[in-house]
């Protein structure tokens, strides 16, 4: 497995990806537009990890310069339980720290058990906080 920056020949492969993964039944997160608004930031904070060739997973990393966010964290069925999730998680957060981020933030949906499971081991603990949005469009 290869962990690499987000390139435009992954589109095709990410988009299907995070529709298996994710559903996206809100439009607001309609995999196309997401991926489109990531990759003008420029950020080089999308990750792909890569097998056979392929994308098998991906995660994208944000940074404001007051704390760093987890997203779009999708490994596919087949290449679960292989480490990738981890990896993908390990390299945006090396990336985060080398730009001196001092904590990383990520949301999941309270009913996730699995995924919760997933990110506390991996040190990250719930905080006493109330998530709240807005849609602007």
């Known amino acids: 497995m290869k962990i690499r920056t987000y390139g435009d020949g992954d589109y095709d492969a990410v988009v299907s990806l995070w529709n298996e993964c994710f559903g996206y039944p809100a439009p607001h997160n309609n995999p196309a537009d997401s991926i489109r608004r990531k990759t003008t930031m420029n950020d080089d904070l999308f990750f792909v990890a890569e097998e ?12 404001d310069g007051h704390r760093g966010w987890l997203y779009s964290l999708a490994v596919a069925p087949e290449h679960r339980g292989k480490g990738i999730a981890r990896a993908l998680v390990e390299h945006a957060m090396a990336a985060l720290h080398r730009l001196d981020c001092p904590k990383v933030n990520l949301q999941v949906l309270s009913d ?13 603990v719930a905080e006493e906080r109330v998530s709240m949005g807005r849609k602007l469009y």
């Open 112 to 124: 996730n058990e699995g995924v919760l499971g997933f990110y506390e081991k991996l040190g990250f």
């Open 52 to 63: 056979d060739g392929r994308p098998a997973g991906t995660v994208m990393a944000g940074w």
